[in-house]
């Protein structure tokens, strides 16, 4: 059952990513193809980024399953494109569970593999954070995680928290699981709703080439 | 007869990609290290890519090949710049020639690696694409291949092309490899000529950081 | 003691470019978790790079010596963040330090791997330059080592001149680090100050979209 349920979390998380690439690649006015392709590559981004450090097998080059659910979902959002409007805040629901899914995933691969729990919880930002880095990157914008909304924080509290449940509680796996994803899509959703921020430490003045 | 092929193919489609990362470097008033680096990044980006998802050795740390290649190429560039008009329906060529060539020895080490033929078609992509990816990153522009051309597309096509004469067709492998690689060339050039283009979605208003 | 010497030049180059990695993050104006995983990125991304080229383990998986070392130089320069016009020169030289320091120990990984000496040169250029280089496009510029400043070219010199030392000559192999090294921080220090450039060659006109 416990796997059954990584694996609906996975699943679930892929999808989300993939329509918060999706609609982004849009934006820019990429062409179909180009939409699938930064769909794609925001879904497995930071899944393939954690792989690679673990020197694991990438986890969707053995099946078609990640890529089937990416390519439908791009091609959902294309169709849907014109609901975009009524879609924004299911939207961003959708990129916080991507969010917590897969930053509680990427640390129960660094715990697998025997790491230390503060590298498990730096797998799990990167896989959280790496694929929306990435689609950033690719449409020549600062990924606005650095910058704005409580992002990494969230996926560095969650799997702390994770982590304190795990070791000092008695509280099953799942439930402990369930309950951290939830934790960071919480603290993201109020993060966004009531503006917080953290404090900025600023040096000089803005670089120009901004 | 066929592995020499396979090397031939390879060697042109470093040559294509690192002339065309030399001209992107030189129009963006690099130093001549940067020009090398430039061309090394376009010409082995996408093949380092493909290895690593692949887990195998990366194809040119162990012989020198293919550095001696890009580095010729790069210094010839630099050298012969004052042609570059003359220069620039050539380098189309081969910068289409390239993305064919690459898009096939990705392809057949998917196949080599007994992927699923969808997979291996990705891993064509990512072979073709991914060097003149991080090459317009590295000059931080949005990789155009998302937007113009049939660029992707034509990996995607000729991909497909490949594998189904490969797998319903008693046409000689090498003959078919020749085939779909002059069809993505054709594919790209036709496309740049008539300037077709790929239907958009659009969704709301560009965004105004662009 | 040899061991205990690349250890505490690994540190060294860390600090030094975890503190550029976290002033270039205060500059845009990041988010303390922001400055901490930009730090983090500029640090380890040269040595992840190299690592997951040459499939060992990557270097800051297996205990947390560098995380912890990435994290409180972070805090540090975000508490020290006033003082910074002062830090301005302190700064320079530590990155070139970090430059110097993490070129050649990329270079000795190859040579363990037994790879040709030009590839470890490359492996060495790729440790000193790629964090730097991700750490800029992170933040969306065009990576300075390409343009100004004599950077990846100081890697390359001090790269062959080690290995010629190391081949051609009977001093010690702590003496020859130590001394390429100095000379790579020599030539950068030198380059900045006389404002040194490598000869640039143009091709038509600068991209508009630049």
């Excluded at 690439?21 to 497995?44: C, E, K, L, Y």
């Excluded at 990129?95 to 025997?114: C, E, M, R, V, Y």
């Excluded at 230390?116 to 880095?133: A, D």
Aim: glycine share 8%; charged share 15%; proline share 2%.
């Amino acid at each position: 059952m416990h796997e059954q349920l990584n694996f609906v979390i996975e699943i679930l998380g892929t999808i989300s990513f993939a329509m918060s690439g999706s609609f982004a690649a849009m934006q820019r006015r990429f062409d179909p193809f180009g939409v699938v392709i930064i769909a794609f590559i925001t879904s497995v981004g930071g899944g393939t980024v954690r792989d690679l450090l673990l020197d694991v097998p990438v986890f969707w080059m053995h099946d078609l399953t990640m890529c089937s659910v990416i390519f439908v979902t791009a091609i959902f959002s294309m169709i849907f494109k014109s609901i975009e409007k009524n879609f924004q805040v299911t939207l961003f629901i959708f990129d916080s569970f991507g969010l917590g899914l897969f930053t509680i995933i990427g640390l129960q691969k660094g715990l697998n593999a025997n790491l230390h729990p503060v590298i498990c919880i730096v797998l799990g930002t990167i896989t959280g954070c790496f694929g929306g880095i990435i689609r950033d990157i690719l449409l020549n914008k600062i990924p606005l995680i650095f910058r704005k909304e409580i992002y990494a924080t969230a996926c560095i509290i969650g799997g702390s928290v994770f982590l304190l449940l795990a070791k000092f509680t008695t509280l099953t796996y799942s439930f402990v699981q369930i309950l951290t994803i939830l934790l960071i899509v919480a603290i993201r959703t109020l993060a966004v709703k009531y503006h917080w921020e953290m404090p900025k430490f600023y040096v000089g003045k803005e670089n120009s080439e901004m």
